[in-house]
């Protein structure tokens, strides 16, 4: 649809005048109901902020806290010389506010990796027949650097991330799941156990489950991958639990 036309006459029965009252809020839902009501997709444009403004009754600059709130929570975006526009979906907003959720409630972190677990290997079965020697080579890739830094006693979160995003990237058509998962390694490296604390032997023994679930599903021995995967993951499981022991920070 077309927005860049829409006149105050247009949207005037749309967007009443605010009340002083809760303000802010207002303005935000109404904006939200708008975008709903006139049924606006990704990169479509809102109204000019001067026809916002009068239709709303409130100031310019009231209306653009107003966005700004709405910007931060990834639903519109500014387009500089251009206006404003409904944004695609994005987990981006939601993970920034978690992060810091989740660093004073510990427990709420391992509780979406026990999402992540779960959704994890309920999709995998459907996903093993669908990985190709292309998928199997960046697997195998990942896991290599995954040894590679265990044995010098080093982290491995970038080649860990690779690993599973490859494995069921475009394989699984659901979003959520996908945002899930970026939503998770977004807030992983904040939140597990730091690195000086990790000793080298649990890094090669989490770098050899992941060996293991590369060895299942390259021999298309489904039960097995969904096994070694929830082993690989109940480690990451453990790592979390660490921090919510007294002393941990």
């Known amino acids: 649809m077309t927005t860049s036309e829409v006149t105050l006459d247009d949207i005037s029965l749309d967007l009443k005048p605010v009340a002083s009252s809760n303000m802010h809020e207002t303005i935000q839902a109404r904006l939200m109901s708008f975008i709903r009501e006139r049924q606006m997709a990704a990169g479509d444009r809102l109204p000019s902020q001067a026809v916002l403004t009068q239709a709303l009754g409130i100031s310019l600059a009231t209306l653009r806290e107003a966005m700004r709130a709405l910007e931060a929570l ?15 979906f994005s987990f981006d907003a939601v993970a920034k506010g978690l992060a810091y959720s989740f660093e004073l409630n510990r427990r709420s972190f391992a509780d979406l990796l026990e999402i992540r677990i779960r959704l994890e290997a309920s999709y995998l079965p459907g996903v093993v027949p669908k990985l190709v020697a292309g998928d199997l080579e960046a697997l195998e890739q990942s896991v290599c650097e995954m040894e590679g830094l265990a044995g010098c006693g080093q982290e491995f979160d970038a080649p ?18 996908a945002e899930v998962l970026e939503l998770f390694w977004t807030l992983y490296p904040l939140l597990s156990v730091p690195p000086e604390r990790v000793h080298r032997e649990v890094l090669l023994a989490d770098a050899r489950r992941h060996r293991l679930i590369l060895e299942a599903v390259q021999g298309g021995n489904v039960e097995v991958a969904v096994q070694r995967l929830l082993d690989s993951l109940q480690g990451a499981m453990r790592r979390t639990s660490e921090l919510e022991k007294p002393g941990h920070s």
């Open 160 to 177: 860990d991330r690779a690993f599973h995003m490859r494995l069921f990237s475009g394989k699984v058509q659901n979003l959520f799941f």
């Open 74 to 88: 990834g639903i519109i975006e500014a387009r500089a010389g251009s206006g404003w526009y409904v944004r695609d």
